[in-house]
């Protein structure tokens, strides 16, 4: 958060107390599932995870993947049943903490609870990028710009990232994100490491050239130019 407003000590304390609780899960683990009672919400501390919904055919459409400091159950605080389902993508480590939490929040630090908005608008606006790509524009380009809003989203949470990040996504995970085969997005890959567009290494992934990627991709970076005016004074 304080990549976007300096936040004082009683702020970091507040936020600090969300992170009390701590619960390991191991790689694959269901931590909610759609239909569910939910009264749970979580900060990640380590890790990734994931969240998806089953169609009805039977296939997999992945929402959102979280990176260690996320926020993670926004879709969640208005319903009294899980929206959508989560799975830890890695070994990870959450921080659950009960609904109520965001009442004090809201009542005593609406700053914080302002920005919480903020943020879970920009996940909100990614997620409707996504929604329209699926059905109007190439393999390619869908391909493209999740990877650019991977890069982008671990660059917000994580200074050592620039160019290089690791995606820990399976290329079938991936394929679920953007509403392709495994097959079809190992020939989009390879076709743009082929371009010099990226480069892959031990697992790693390298943007070379995002200039050229964000035209494919059509891609705009919800991140960062957020306009904050409007935010409570501290």
Known sequence: MEKHIPLNEAERRAL???EESQRK?????IIQRTNEPVNELFVLRHGRVMSYIILPDGSRQILRVYFPGDFIGSASTI????????????DSVLCPFDKAGLRVLLEEYPRVAALMFVLSQTERVALT?????????SAKARVAAFLLDIVHRLRVMNDDVTDTFDLKLTQEEIGDAVGLTSVHVNRMV????TEGLIARSDGLYTILD???LTEIGHYT????DLNL???PSA
């Open 190 to 193: 390879r076709q743009m490491e």
């Open 229 to 231: 005016d409007w935010l």
């Open 25 to 29: 899960v191991k790689r694959g683990v």
């Open 79 to 90: 319903y009294s049943k899980a929206p959508e389902s989560l799975v830890a993508l890695a």
């Open 16 to 18: 600090a107390r969300l």
């Open 210 to 212: 995002e200039k050229k």
């Open 129 to 137: 990028d996504r929604l329209a790509s699926l059905g109007r524009t």
């Open 221 to 224: 970076d919800r991140y960062s």
